[in-house]
């Protein structure tokens, strides 16, 4: 059986609320919510470690900036 | 790594066989895999070539070599807090089918749009399962595509993503999406070389799973 | 690379139902291209090449959307808004300028309920001769030009135009 570890998270007012606003607009539980946006960390640490680079893309006015992930 | 007992069909006889649906597999399975299909993906193509079936009608997949690409699927492998989860359908201790699924980046375009959904970046079913045009060759195991599809779905669920899916179909696969998975079809998509995208929202989830 | 843990999925205790309706599927093809195409194996578009719309066809999209929009009686922003489009899809498509996606289209289908093919068609992202609606396309396109209510006779050839969407 998988074995389940406990962490507590203390949060400020305005990072609890900004949680909960992307609980509510993806329709998640704050629960699920860090664990995409973990493994969204993980996926872009995975990809910078390899030498790719991450960017943002404005494809109407055609711009292109690279987010700066630091290692 | 966990396994849940199923059935394929034996075309020849007809009968049931035992199958496993295994939820958690390694890049090293993916290998494995690619390495018992080559050779019958290559006896594939001598047969294709000797009866000179027409390229267009030659498996979209055949010449698709993961083997060669192991450097770059690194990024790709499964793990905890891994966006890459990847599942496997076992029979007669041979892989007939693996899917790779992707649960981030790839936000819904069905309403409400813009949600997360499990993509799937890969789907194959071992060559021997296949029915290529023009050398009569009929699948060994048939029921393969619907459970590894049934896989993603679940997965989704589990994530709470309410069990929605897309993907981009090659053309030989379209009907197979469209009708037995009952996904809906939102046409070519210039981002991926005019591969039709297809998504299942949380309702027809529901009824692919018979929770209806 | 070994395998690592994942939380199992759950399965029900009966998927007899869903293993029949696998074993049944038509397989012949279940491959998909995602993954080859982030890689570059993808050798040739093999996707379906959508021939380029017919003016009359992106003409007749535009009054759809235009008379459509002014039968509910909404501005742009909230028709808009009402139907999970973005103002400038909406603008676009009363405007004949651009190709519309197939997920504007979608939208659009569910939102007025006509057949999503059907407008794939008249965009030009399907291959599909449909002498009827090419005709239907065509006199509706040389309707009369959009004014703030519609009259009785626009009225009526929307509501002639949607029937012919239906499947």
Known sequence: MLAKRTMTLNLTAAEMEALEGLARRKDLSKTAVIRQALRLYQLVDTRVAQGEKLFFEDELQRKKSELMVLG | MSTHATKLKHVATGKLVDAELHDSLSLDDLLDAEALWAPAKIQIARELLNRSVPRSEWPQSLHWNWAEKAITLKPYAPGPFSAYRLFGLRAEERWQGLLLGCCVGHPTRLAPVGRDLVYVEFVETAPWNWQPSGIGQGPLFKGTGLQLVELAVRWSEDLDFRGRVGLHSLPQADSFYRGACGMSDLGPDPKYRQLRYFELDESHARTFLEEN | MAGTPHKPLRFPSNRENLIARAIAADEAGVSVGGLAAELGMLREAPGAEPRPPTSCGLDALARLVQFARRDHALAPDQFAS?????????VDLESARNVPEPRVLHQLSVALKVS?????????????????????????AASSRPMDKLSKSESQALHDFIRALHD
């Open chain 3, 82 to 90: 009402r139907f999970g489009l973005d103002l400038r899809e909406l």
């Open chain 3, 116 to 140: 999503y093919e059907k407008l794939l068609v008249l965009a030009g992202h399907r291959v599909h001769r449909d002498e009827t609606l090419e005709r239907e396309a065509l006199r509706f």
